[in-house]
């Protein structure tokens, strides 16, 4: 079993569409099996879980984990997809009350799985953007598989808005809001 622990906004569309879908091996690729984000400062325990549980139902699995950093990136681009979902809050206000900050310790979580898994690959998003078909075909040898010949290593899945459109999504986010409470409010007179 080759399992893709795939974190938010590093690269998982990019594998699942790109790699995957394209090679003669069945990859499990999800990233809600890397805990979740935004899940209001419980993310880690649902992290750990997810990787104790994984080691019971599948013990000898090959792991496949993506990092990004620096930090400040990787959030950067999460808060970039709240407010393209509809968030609002600055971005300061978003990493102190919605971003479990445990999924900052990349290291630590590297280190973990290491320890529950005998092979893991460790793909950085850094080193894939300044080497992308070295980093795959490395990705392909640790798999077992030839790397596919049709990739499109330009193609961005999940492109982030720029600063004034992400200024603008939070504009509407934020009238949207208000006129849910405004309706509310004409409702209970």
Known sequence: ?????????????????????KI?????????LSGL???????SLTRDVMLQGLKV?????KIIVCIRKPWNSWVGSIYNQ??????????DSFVKEDFDTYFLYQDYY??????????????????????KSGVISD??????????????????YNKGWSGF???LGRLRAIAFKASRIFMECDKNG
């Open 1 to 21: 079993m080759i399992i893709h622990i795939g974190q938010a906004k590093v690269l998982s569309t990019f594998l699942q569409k790109e790699v995957f879908a």
């Open 24 to 32: 003669d091996k069945v990859v499990w690729s999800d990233e809600d």
């Open 37 to 43: 984000v935004l899940n209001w400062r419980s993310g």
């Open 57 to 61: 139902c599948y013990p000898d699995a």
């Open 82 to 91: 709240y407010v393209k979902q509809g968030g609002f809050k600055s971005f």
């Open 110 to 131: 590297v280190s973990t799985i290491k320890k529950i898994f005998n092979d893991v690959f460790v793909l950085d998003f850094s080193t894939f953007i300044k080497n």
């Open 139 to 156: 990705l392909c040898t640790f798999i077992g598989c030839d790397v596919p010949y049709d990739i499109d290593y330009d193609k961005i």
């Open 165 to 167: 459109r992400l200024f």
